[in-house]
């Protein structure tokens, strides 16, 4: 018999675990031995623009407080009510790597109204390991990278707030325009799937938002803050035009300048616009997304190539 420490809305536990045949997995989220049951409370959901993580398979759930409605005052940047739970957990070739944890633990909103955990799996696929910080597990850095014999490297605490501190409340994947039916994209099938394509791979960064101003004030140091490209899909969004994707992109000026071009979407001209140029750039500083990814994704990069492409070309030069 083992012990194991968890940790769970804020308390600590110790389970008691016979190795290699008892689930001891994220907290909260299975019910059996064999690590395969899911709670009954939780809800499966699926972005209609999921975030590219190099091609690993993902399980998404949420657990939302009985009777405490989620305030959607704001169509395009929900507040959850405290115990709000979603978990995310990532396979390749059916073997689970990691599971990622938000939970909110307190009134309000922002980074430090939630709980952000990271677990990397065993091999028999019947415990986890927290590893979202080195100081309490020395052993974490060596978990993370190349985890399980894989390519899929999991990340840790720190990188967490880096994707979630834009959004008024941490949560990126689940919101109005990723969870819609109707998916409330403007344009024609290839414009939408382009814009949400970047919207769920690179808005939760290149954004403005209540959080990402600080509040309003100076102190915004989020990509979209730094260099005015955002890439964020709202709700009200009537047009292709109106998006921010184009507004701040087609026809302005880039500037990074490690591609060549200096143009962030030259219309008409996917090989000279540095957003596909840098979407198709690894393991340097022209890479983008900048963490999280070693790979490209060949569809989401064909998705924005040929939205790209189908623009009729400008004769603006692309001046910052």
């Not at 001891?24 to 709670?39: K, M």
């Not at 759930?61 to 940047?77: C, E, M, S």
């Not at 909103?109 to 927290?130: E, I, L, N």
């Not at 808005?203 to 004030?217: D, I, N, W």
Request: proline letters at 7%.
């Amino acid at each position: 018999m083992t012990w194991r420490a968890v940790t769970w809305m804020g308390l600590f536990l110790v389970a008691g675990c016979e190795v290699g045949t008892t689930c001891v997995g994220p907290p909260g989220l299975y019910v059996d031995d064999r690590c395969s049951v899911v709670a009954a409370d939780l809800v499966a959901y699926h972005p209609a623009f999921p975030l590219w993580s190099d091609g690993a398979i993902k399980e998404r759930y949420v657990r939302l407080p009985a009777g405490q409605p989620i305030d959607k005052t704001n169509p395009d940047d929900w507040i959850f009510p405290v115990g709000t739970t979603l978990y995310k957990t990532f396979s390749d070739a059916g073997v689970r790597i990691e599971t990622r944890m938000l939970q909110k633990t307190k009134d309000g909103w922002g980074v430090d109204a939630w709980d952000m955990r990271v677990y990397a799996w065993d091999a028999a696929q019947r415990q986890v390991v927290d590893v979202t910080s080195d100081t309490d597990c020395p052993r974490c850095a060596a978990l993370r990278v190349d985890a399980l014999g894989t390519q899929h490297d999991i990340p840790d605490g720190t990188m967490c707030r880096q994707c979630h501190s834009a959004a008024r409340d941490v949560v990126n994947g689940y919101s109005a325009i990723q969870l819609s039916d109707g998916a409330t994209v403007p344009g024609t099938p290839a414009e939408r799937a382009a814009l949400g394509y970047l919207h769920g791979n690179c808005g939760h960064c290149h954004r403005y938002s209540e959080a990402a101003m600080c509040g309003g004030g100076p102190c915004c140091h989020t990509p979209a803050c730094l260099t005015g490209l955002r890439l964020w899909l709202h709700t009200s969004d009537a047009s292709v035009e109106a998006t921010d994707a184009y507004s701040t992109a087609v026809g302005r000026g880039a500037i990074y300048d490690g591609t060549g071009s200096t143009c962030r979407i030259a219309a008409g001209d996917p090989d000279a616009s540095v957003v596909t140029l840098r979407m198709a750039a690894r393991g340097g500083p022209a890479a983008m997304p900048r963490i999280a990814t070693e790979l490209v994704d060949p569809t989401g990069l064909a998705t924005v190539r040929a939205w790209i492409a189908a623009m009729p070309p400008q004769p603006t030069v692309c001046a910052r």
